[in-house]
């Protein structure tokens, strides 16, 4: 929608009365000398040479700003030499008395010179007469090469603003590396014909890359130049395998600058401090997160089973949800354990570095019938809700839930009134034609399909061609939790617990 806007706003521009006559009279003569071109045949070119440009900018060169290109020589380069990007060129300019400054730049605003970094208006030299009166603007060469190539409506215009149009001059200009983005120096510098190297996310300080295979060659130049061009970025490192170990972090390479991952990062607000080679974190969640924590209400309780650092729980306990948040990685505990206290929480969390499994058989199973005694007890409801955020594995965790409470003695506070049955968000990936049945199929495979009543599922985000990540929301019952047959009774040690907080849990 936007693109389409940008054409008609061009065209728009263009199609100014003047050049609108000239397309329907035809020009009696069709030279490539200018100076015997009818008026008609001047704008008509003028015209077709905007329309092309217009349309290289909008359709092949939108992210591309610079008229000109680095020099060929650059190409195959694999160690930055900024030096080697310097090209001469001359740019049209226009000078433009002082007094008429902001009128011009209001008028021909899509007529300046947009180079990176460099400003489209100069002073004169001295030894120029109009030195003190004038300032010369610089003008897009793609556009202007001679004073035919302004439309007659624009040669009106800057006689009204007083620009003596002959006073049109080429300005010598030197470009370097400086005045080109990320992908016009990839386009310079990677062999023709490779794709160029696609968006990267920051994460705090950190650019993470994941280059193809085909531009590897040149990675620390391309770590390089994206550190140069972006000035909060100060440490570069491009992904190495897909994420398969346990924790779900990323195995990485530094590419260019400090060896340091610690970082700091906001979303939704809150602050998330951790060492981005130890834990997970992804970027592209904050709306999923948003959207969960919006959905809790002040007297839910959250349980987090893979809850990484935070990024459910901090936020849910912010808002005073009662939080028992868990991971099995230590780091991501310390973080989690950190983040609490940056984010100031006052209100009630409990942080755990247990398996999943264990979690819910232990920690989470006390938790439930405590809170459930105390609600038929107080006469009181109560929302639990769990986040299962662990795509590749989580809804092998669903086991946990069958026969959870089975062994509890005197469990008829399950049949209360003031009993609510848990909400739980599983996520999950799908390589499935069917993504929806393929997840549905897997959770009634394990829980039955008793939960098939309310269970919805809802697609997050596609993660690679074919791969979806889906989140399958339902609600546990009396028969998932008292299963007699199903229930495995947990036999291990007793659980590493490292609460931090705990005062109402
Ligand atoms: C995909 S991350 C999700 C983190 C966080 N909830 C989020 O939304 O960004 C999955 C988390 O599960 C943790 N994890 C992996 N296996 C686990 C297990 N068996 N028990 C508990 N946590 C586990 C990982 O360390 C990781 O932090």
């Known amino acids: 929608m936007i693109f389409v806007r940008a ?99 209001k008028k021909f605003k899509a007529s300046l010179c947009k180079i990176t970094k460099l400003k489209p208006i100069v002073l004169l030299p001295e030894s120029d007469e109009l030195h ?67 968006g990267f996310s920051t994460i705090g300080h950190i650019a993470h890359l994941n280059l193809k295979q085909e531009v590897l060659k040149y990675k620390h130049l391309i770590g390089q130049v994206v550190m140069d061009k972006n000035t909060m970025v100060k440490t570069v490192v491009n992904k190495l395998t897909m994420i398969d170990n346990t924790f779900r972090n990323f195995q990485m390479e530094l590419l260019a600058g400090e060896e340091n991952y610690i970082t700091r990062v906001k979303e939704n607000g809150l602050t998330f401090e951790f060492d981005f080679s130890k834990v997970y974190w992804n970027p592209r969640l904050g709306t999923e997160h948003m959207r969960i924590v919006d959905s809790l209400g002040r007297e839910d309780i959250l349980y987090d089973v893979f809850a990484g650092v935070g990024p459910f729980s901090v936020p849910a306990a912010k808002k005073g949800v009662i939080v028992l948040a868990n991971d099995l990685n230590s780091h991501s505990y310390e973080s989690l354990q950190k983040n609490v206290k940056l984010n100031k929480i006052k209100g009630s969390i409990g942080c755990y570095n247990l398996d999943g499994r264990e979690f819910i058989k232990t920690v989470v199973k006390d938790h439930m019938c405590k809170t459930w005694n105390e609600c038929v007890e107080n006469e009181t409801k109560r929302n639990i809700v769990f986040t299962m955020n662990l795509p590749a594995l989580a809804v092998e965790f669903l086991d946990s839930f069958v026969g959870l409470l089975a062994d509890v ?24 034609d069917n993504p929806n049945k393929d997840v549905t199929d897997r959770v009634v495979a394990v829980l039955g399909s008793g939960i098939l009543h309310d269970l919805n599922i809802r697609r997050v985000r596609n993660v690679a061609p ?19 047959q199903h229930q495995v009774l947990h036999e291990g040690p007793p659980a590493k617990q490292m609460k931090m907080e705990e005062a109402a849990v």
């Open 132 to 198: 003190k009166t004038h300032r010369l603007f610089l003008l897009d060469p793609n556009l202007y090469k001679t004073l035919n190539d302004f439309s007659s409506r624009q040669q009106e215009m800057l006689k009204e603003i007083g620009v003596d149009i002959k006073s049109f001059r080429l300005y010598p200009l030197e470009l370097g590396y400086d005045n080109w983005n990320v992908t016009e120096i990839m386009e310079a510098v990677l062999p023709e014909g490779t794709s160029n190297i696609s």
């Open 409 to 432: 003695k005197d469990h008829d506070f399950i049949d209360s009134e003031w009993v609510t049955m848990p909400k739980v968000y599983c996520y999950s990936f799908s390589k499935s």
């Open 7 to 105: 054409i008609a706003k061009r065209v728009a521009l263009f199609l100014s009365p003047s050049c609108v006559i000239s397309k329907l009279e035809l020009p009696r003569v069709l030279n490539s000398d200018d100076t015997v071109l009818t008026h008609e045949a001047k704008e008509l070119k003028s015209f077709f040479r905007r329309a092309v440009y217009i349309f290289r900018h909008a359709v092949v060169m939108s992210d591309c700003k610079c008229p000109v290109s680095p020099p060929s020589s650059v190409r195959g380069m694999t160690k930055l030499d900024r030096s080697a990007f310097k090209v001469s060129m001359d740019v049209p300019g226009l000078p433009v008395p002082v007094k008429s400054i902001s009128d011009f730049n």
């Open 466 to 484: 074919n791969k979806d990540m889906l989140c399958a929301t339902f609600t546990l019952n009396r028969d998932i939790l008292l299963d007699q």
